[in-house]
């Protein structure tokens, strides 16, 4: 008989640096029950979401996500809530889990994927008061993939590349979706290139205007020495967000020839998105309780202001009494501070089940007593 224990048996291999773990101040012990909690919780699916061959580009995720489930693996419904992952829904059950484990800080009991009677489709959670008093939780992400168009913005780059050289960095801000033809018409004017060349001239950073269509930030930069080849090319995707209005501009900055030329916007509408996240939740809604749909706010683009007229106008209103509210909840690493949440509620006036009172007891979370215990 053998005296190996029963079932399948997995070696893992691990490919860092000592300098990574001095860096975050990891041991190999410390990875090992990292990766051992994760093979517990995800059991024979743990190759589908992580490798056997751990290297250091894996370490951080698979800590970020022990750091998120293991906290929650003791709630009702876990399993339940684990069967559910796959590659292309993971995230989004991640931000269940981290909502679930959120709410637990607010004094809630959490059941993942709660059962209720004669209803097919079930909300995510389900938190229980100290009071004993029952609220459902729908969890929805909205991927912003689509709104990074890069072949449009390369070719625009391409032209103010050539048609405005300067070794200034020039930053364009779209305002709408006909902005970037008002680029392209306004790049070859020799008027609108004297403009921006003079911009360069009057201060380390100046911005050009043409009201209502685009802006251009003039970033000034010391001669360029060397050839085309000398540089490298780089394209760099994200988004920027206005710290006074909150608008967050989806694009790309390009790098070539030792000059930096950013084009970002126009403001995405969510309107339609967000009737699709509306029409799906309804049908997950809980009949007889308050019921809140939770938006994870960390990479939802556009302008925040819009989102709410939405929201406030048709989504939270007599028509849709079954919604208690939409919370928006985001999470942020503030310079090694520890994650943080950030968290809006917008009640429906017109719910047919209000909230019960002091459900939420705080506006801010720090997960960072929640990280893998070491």
Known sequence: MSDEPEGKQVNFTLNTTQEYLDDRSLSLDEIKKVTLTLARIFGLNYPRFFPHDIKTSDIDRMLNVAGILEPVEGFAGFKRHILG??????????????????????????????????????????????????????????????????????????????????????????????????????????????????????????????????????????????????????????????????????????????????????????????????????????PGFPFITFIHDDDILGDPADHDRYLKDVWLTKEYPEFTGVALLGFYDLAGQGERAQFRFLPNPEAAYPLPAGFFNEQETDFKEWEVKR
């Open 85 to 286: 992952y796959s590659k292309e829904s993971f995230d989004n059950h991640l931000f269940t889990a981290k909502t679930a484990l959120w709410l637990a800080k607010q004094d809630q009991e959490i059941e993942f994927e709660p059962e209720i009677e004669g209803q097919p489709s079930k909300p995510d959670l389900k938190c229980t008061t100290t009071e004993g008093e029952a609220v459902y939780v729908e969890c929805k992400c909205i991927m912003t993939d689509k709104y990074f168009d890069l072949d449009p913005k390369q070719e625009l780059a391409d032209l103010i590349y050539e048609k405005l050289p300067t070794c200034d960095q020039l930053n364009f801000y779209l305002l709408h979706e006909n902005s970037a033809e008002k680029v392209r018409q306004l790049i070859p004017d020799k008027n609108f290139a004297t403009l921006i060349f003079a911009a360069g001239m009057k201060g380390d950073e100046t911005d050009v205007t043409v009201e209502g269509e685009f802006n251009v930030r003039v970033i000034r930069q010391p001669p360029i020495i060397g050839g085309e080849d000398d540089f490298l090319t780089v394209t760099m995707g994200g988004w920027l967000e206005d710290v006074h209005t909150g608008v967050r501009l989806p694009g790309f900055t390009f790098m070539r020839g030792g000059r930096a030329i950013a084009i970002h916007g126009p403001p995405p509408s969510y309107r339609k998105i967000f009737e699709k996240n509306r029409r799906r939740s309804r049908k997950q809604s809980a």
